[in-house]
């Protein structure tokens, strides 16, 4: 029985399995489907279609630092806008579809 092209193939499977997995961890981290809510990047807001819930848009506007998050409705370009506070300052403030709140 010959058990090195066995060994040899084995080891082939391993690396390149790995390296795809090295790769999409890479493309993955730079550029995210959706931002954690505690990423509050000053990005131009995206236009697009939105997937957040009504509760998922209160939620991040909240984590985003705004207070008192009220008349939250879907505008036609995919931004959620709403009425909010921030340091006791009253702002409209939109989340995009990507996860970045912005005031308006």
């Known amino acids: 029985m010959n058990i090195l ?4 193939v084995s080891m082939a499977l391993s690396l390149g399995v790995a390296g795809a997995a090295a790769a999409q961890d890479q493309s993955t981290a730079q ?11 000053n990005a131009p807001l995206a236009k697009g279609h939105n997937s957040f819930t009504k ?5 991040r506007i909240r984590a985003a630092g705004y207070a008192n998050v009220t008349g939250l409705a879907l505008d036609a370009n995919g931004l ?3 009425h909010a506070t921030r340091a006791g300052q009253p702002v409209n403030v939109a989340l995009d579809y990507k996860g970045d709140v912005a005031p308006q």
């Open 5 to 8: 092209p066995t060994i040899a």
């Open 31 to 41: 550029n995210p489907a959706v931002k954690s809510p505690s990423d509050t990047s």
């Open 55 to 59: 509760s998922e848009a209160r939620s």
């Open 80 to 82: 959620w806008q709403a």
